[in-house]
C-alpha cells in the first residue's frame, strides 16, 4: 500500500494540479511524512548513507515549490512506522481524499459477493494481532483456518485501498483545480468494477451495475480477459478478478 500510493502519485496530472494547487494532504505527505519517515527507517544506518538520502528527500521535496515537477519520496507514505495500524492505512487513504476507508474498504467488499459481509477494520486488527502473537510468543500456532483468513482478508484490504485511491487520483486529475475547480471526496459509490469470473460455459463478464447478469462470455481465459480489460478502461473501470466462490484472486484499477 505505501508502494502503490507512491505510484499513484506519479499518476497526477500536474497540468491541472500543479503543485500550488496539490491538496494540502498531499502537500503535507510530501513534506512533513517524508522527513519523519526516513528519520524512522534510517535509524541505524550508516552516516553518510544517511546524508545521502536526507539530500535526496530534500531535493524531491522542494521541487514542486520551486517551480519543478512535484515529485513523493519514497518515505512519503507510512513510513514513520515499521508496521501499519488501520488509523495509518485510513490516512493514507485520506491525502488522496478518500472519505471513511474502512467502511468504504468493507463496502466494496460487499460488491464481490463472496462469503459473508466482513468488517475489514475488525480482521485487518485480529490478523495484527495474530502476527505479532506469532513474532512473539515462539510457542503460538497459528491454524490454517486462520491463515486462510489472514490471507483472504489482506487480499481484500490490498484491493479495496488500491481501486478506492485509484478512483481517488483519477477523480483528482479531472478536478482541474488550477482552474478553480474543488477536490471532491470519493467513497465507494464513485467506484465502478468490472468482474471476471468463471461460468458455466468458461469465464464471464460482470459489472458492478449488473452483478447477476453476464455482460459476457469467453470460453477462454486469455480471451476474456482481454474483451473485460478492455470493456473496463472503455468505462473508467476497475477489473477485479474472482474464482470460483467470488473469492478476489487478482485486480487491475482504472489507474492500470
Not at 90 to 119: H, L, N
Not at 240 to 254: F, L, N, Y
Request: net charge positive.
Amino acid at each position: 500500500m505505501r508502494n502503490r500510493a507512491i505510484e499513484c502519485t506519479q499518476r497526477i496530472n500536474q497540468a491541472s494540479v500543479p503543485y500550488s494547487h496539490l491538496p494540502e494532504k498531499l502537500k503535507a505527505a510530501s513534506l512533513i511524512s517524508t522527513f519523519e519517515g526516513l528519520l524512522n527507517s534510517s535509524r541505524g544506518w550508516p552516516a553518510a548513507d544517511r546524508l545521502s538520502e536526507f539530500e535526496e528527500a530534500a531535493k524531491l521535496a522542494a521541487a514542486g515549490p520551486l517551480g519543478s515537477q512535484y515529485q513523493f519520496s519514497p518515505f512519503a507514505f507510512g513510513r514513520e512506522k515499521s508496521n501499519l495500524n488501520p488509523d495509518d492505512i485510513s490516512i493514507m487513504a485520506g491525502r488522496f481524499g478518500v472519505k471513511g476507508f474502512w467502511q468504504e474498504a468493507t463496502k466494496i467488499k460487499a460488491m464481490t459477493g463472496a462469503g459473508t459481509p466482513q468488517d475489514l477494520q475488525a480482521g485487518f486488527k485480529q490478523m495484527a494481532r495474530t502476527r505479532h502473537k506469532a513474532a512473539h510468543v515462539p510457542s503460538h500456532i497459528v491454524g490454517h483456518v486462520e491463515l486462510s483468513t489472514s490471507l483472504s482478508v489482506s487480499i481484500d484490504v490490498a484491493a479495496g485501498f488500491d481501486i478506492l485511491v485509484s478512483t481517488a487520483t483519477d477523480r483528482l486529475g479531472q478536478a482541474n483545480l488550477a482552474s478553480g475547480g474543488t477536490m471532491q471526496e470519493v467513497t465507494s459509490a464513485d467506484v465502478k468494477i468490472t468482474f471476471l469470473r468463471p461460468h458455466v460455459r468458461g469465464w464471464a463478464g460482470f459489472s458492478s451495475s449488473s452483478a447477476k447478469r453476464a455482460t459476457f462470455v469467453e470460453p477462454a481465459y486469455a480471451s476474456a480477459h482481454s474483451r473485460a480489460l478492455a470493456y473496463a478502461k472503455q468505462r473508467n473501470m476497475s477489473l477485479v478478478k474472482q474464482d470460483g466462490a467470488s473469492r478476489v484472486t487478482g485486480w487491475e484499477t482504472c489507474l492500470g
